[in-house]
């Protein structure tokens, strides 16, 4: 079972993305970016994936029904143009596909089979790691050509935040032609770029998908993502011009990317979550002033401080501002305040103290 979440945490506000200021490529006829990045290349198969990293990079090739914009806090369209759920039956949504949409190499249009092929994938592909993005959906089916209707198991309010930026669409065609084979054969896709080619472990290219709506000249020809999974290796390659940008920068190079010039360490928006959990059916964690004397007991702001160096920022619940479902009115808050929390420790009979043993997973920064 999975333990619940404490009631404290802190969310990384940057973790940081560095970028060198200077031109990619000074002189060409096209332009090159290459970011410097943590995660590992499965293979192919965009199904085999289960990263942030790669549900961006697969849902700006091969394509996604939408996104969420962390900044506004709103859901944004992509090969979706809108949806929205039944009035008589709350399992029941529409996603209404844009019209015209042209996939790469042989310009064949997004159809609603696709989808309903994809959910499909991203439930039995036997490499599949995101069968519990379609967990809720019960059945998918093409209305007509540009709608699929998605029946849930039960009312899924949050239903956007399983399927948005994570049911990757590939194509029902392809798969009926080649199999499986089409990941490598075909990997042809309705996105704003182009898979180039896959390194497993080692990198990723991308070329711009020319024809997609609303792509820009400045948009880069190229994107090569390289994996340097060593935060020291990744921040030198970026000093060294090697890479042009470097994500997921611990806070305490950030200072050694700002001291250089032409360099800039850029702080965006996290979903990077840090919390203590603490299992209330085992002792001594089942005894609720216990837990509420931990969640008292830490100076989460001293870490932001310290630890962090100010570029992170304490949540009063599991989620922060630009995150579905977030409200600043969260109750119960529970700050700082060590001398509460020797006082529950009594109260909850243990006025010697407790003795615990903290596990930390691997966070990475």
Request: glycine letters at 6%.
């Amino acid at each position: 079972m999975r333990p619940p979440r404490a009631l404290w945490r802190l969310r990384a506000i940057a973790l940081i993305v560095a970028v060198m200021l200077a031109p990619c490529i000074a002189e060409a006829s096209e332009s090159t970016v290459t970011i410097g990045v943590v995660n590992d290349f499965a293979g192919w198969d965009p199904y085999a994936d289960s990263t942030a990293q790669m549900y961006m990079i697969w849902c700006q090739t091969y394509g996604c029904l939408g996104t969420f914009n962390t900044n506004t806090g709103e859901y944004e369209p992509l090969l979706a143009q809108s949806w929205e759920s039944d009035k008589n039956d709350s399992r029941i949504w529409y996603f209404h596909l844009r019209h015209g949409l042209k996939r790469h190499h042989d310009g064949k249009e997004l159809t609603a089979d696709d989808v309903v092929h994809s959910i499909d994938r991203a439930k039995h592909d036997p490499h599949t790691a995101q069968a519990s993005n379609v967990q809720p959906v019960a059945s998918a089916q093409a209305i007509d050509k540009y709608t699929v209707e998605v029946t849930t198991t039960e009312p899924t309010a949050p239903l956007l935040d399983y399927l948005f930026d994570r049911l990757i669409i590939t194509g029902k065609d392809l798969f009926d032609k080649y199999g499986f084979a089409a990941d490598r054969k075909a990997p042809y896709g309705w996105g704003p770029y182009v898979v180039k080619d896959i390194a497993i472990g080692q990198r990723m290219v991308l070329d711009k998908n020319s024809a997609w709506p609303g792509i820009k000249s400045e948009n880069p020809d190229h994107i090569v993502f390289i994996r340097i999974q060593e935060d020291e290796p990744r921040v030198t390659a970026l000093l060294n011009g090697e890479v042009q940008i470097a994500t997921a920068i611990p806070p305490h190079l950030a200072q050694r990317i700002d001291a250089t010039s032409g360099m800039k360490a850029v702080g965006v928006p996290s979903v990077e979550i840090m919390f203590l959990a603490m299992n209330p059916h085992f002792p001594p964690w089942n005894n609720k002033k216990l837990r509420q004397a931990a969640a008292y007991a830490i100076d989460r702001e001293a870490i932001v401080k310290s630890v962090f160096q100010s570029r992170a920022e304490a949540l009063d619940g599991p989620i922060g501002p630009g995150q579905y479902g977030y409200s600043p009115d969260v109750k119960p808050k529970y700050p700082y305040d060590p001398e509460k929390a020797k006082q529950l420790v009594k109260d909850a009979g243990f006025p010697n103290g407790v003795d615990v043993n903290l596990f930390a997973s691997r966070i990475v920064m």
